[in-house]
Each structure stands twice: as structure tokens, then as C-alpha cells.
């Protein structure tokens, strides 16, 4: 069955560094997404991606965040100057309203 | 917006034990989908499931869409089984963007 692969599984990062999460869609899926979790949290919608533009996004997903797809396979997250607070397990998705599928996710610890 | 409430928070199984976990929302839905955290944070997708009943091993799942309630079953369960079970619902009004419910705490014990 075809998988949302998650580059890295796990990533520390000093505060202030930028860093970017890696996703590998599902070939045919048009629609992309992330999620974040915070330790002992739901998990929370952060924004959707569609035709190589932002869809919708959270009140979470301020400027320090953003998205890019690009190469036409990747789907990256880039969080430029990392808080503390960014600390959290980030799950990227992919669809077309018949299903999502989601990655298994990537740890960020901001230290 | 939406409410997915996840019943029961937390529960604890003896290996081989059966269980019912329920997931009630409170709004029409696209789409549900149930999800398993390992202890290791990982997601592993489980059941894409807006109706009806689907089965995958020991685990099984129905959907009742027009009664707002999901229930994922889990047979004879193994330690491996432990872990976090999330109800995720993507309300009619917007794709791929999910409500998650608190999820229900699993622990299987030999």
C-alpha cells in the first residue's frame, strides 16, 4: 500500500535555527498537508496545500512558518527562527477526498 | 465547530482481551478516519471508514454516519497493540482539514 514517507524520524534543533521537515506524498494525491502535535495534545491542523499554493491554514501557522512543494514530489515545512514552543511531533498528509493518508511523522525538539 | 469525543480515555486489556473504543461526533462528516500512535509517536493509518464496516486483521471498524458514531474493535489483543488511538473526522464543509478527538490510551499487559 502506497505510504506518506517523513524525512527525518527525528530532528533537534537549537532555538533561533531554521529548519525545514521533509515529506514524500503519495504519487497521485493532489491536496497536502501538515498537522502538528504537541506532547499530550490533539492533533491540530496546521495548513493544506493545493495546486502549488497555500488552501487554508491555521491561526498556528503565522509567518515563521511556511510550505513549498518543490520539486514536484516533495512537500517541505520550514519553520525559520524555532521557538521552544515548536517542540512537537509534525505529521504530513496527503488526499484527494476519497482518504488521507498519513505520514508517520517527524519529531522536533527545539533546545 | 465540529466535536469528536473519544470514548474511553484510558484502558487497560490483559493479552488476548477483546475491547470496543467509540468515537461520537457531533456534526455530518466527509470522511472518518481512525489512526494508531505507537508509544514512539509514530501514526499508522488504520481505517479510512465514512460508513459502514471494515475489518483488517484483528482489527475492525463501523461507521454509523447518520447516528454521528464510529467504533474501532480490537480482537485478542498483543502488547504490540498498545499505544494511542485517534478518531480524526473531516468535516462537510472543509477537505482534508481533520478534527482530531483526545484520543483513547491503550496499554495491553502480558
Known amino acids: 500500500e502506497p505510504e506518506v514517507t517523513q524525512t527525518p524520524s527525528h530532528q533537534v534543533t537549537q532555538m533561533g535555527q531554521e529548519v525545514i521537515l521533509r515529506c514524500v506524498p503519495i504519487?497521485?494525491?493532489?491536496?497536502f498537508y501538515w498537522y502538528r502535535q504537541i506532547l499530550g495534545q490533539k492533533v491540530e491542523f496546521l495548513v493544506s496545500f493545493y495546486n502549488n499554493e497555500i488552501s487554508e491554514k491555521s491561526e498556528i501557522f503565522d509567518d515563521q512558518f511556511s510550505v513549498e512543494r518543490p520539486d514536484g514530489s516533495n512537500f517541505t515545512l520550514k519553520i525559520r527562527s524555532t521557538k521552544l514552543e515548536d517542540s512537537a511531533m509534525y505529521f504530513c498528509?496527503?488526499?484527494?477526498?476519497?482518504?488521507?493518508?498519513f505520514g508517520s511523522g517527524t519529531r522536533l525538539t527545539v533546545v | 465547530g465540529i466535536q469528536v469525543e473519544q470514548s474511553p480515555p484510558d484502558l487497560i486489556l490483559q493479552e488476548g482481551a477483546n475491547s470496543t473504543l467509540r468515537c461520537n461526533f457531533s456534526?455530518?462528516?466527509?470522511?472518518l478516519q481512525w489512526f494508531h500512535q505507537n508509544p514512539w509517536g509514530q501514526l499508522i493509518n488504520l481505517f479510512y471508514i465514512p460508513s459502514g464496516t471494515k475489518q483488517n486483521g484483528r482489527l475492525s471498524a463501523t461507521t454509523v454516519a447518520t447516528e454521528r458514531y464510529s467504533l474501532l474493535y480490537i480482537s485478542s489483543s498483543q502488547t504490540t497493540d498498545s499505544g494511542v488511538y485517534f478518531c480524526a473526522v473531516e468535516p462537510g464543509d472543509s477537505w482534508g482539514k481533520f478534527q482530531f478527538g483526545a484520543g483513547t490510551q491503550v496499554v495491553v499487559t502480558p
Open positions: 504519487s497521485n494525491h493532489l491536496y
Open positions: 456534526d455530518s462528516v466527509n470522511n
Open positions: 498528509a496527503s488526499g484527494y477526498r476519497g482518504g488521507y493518508t
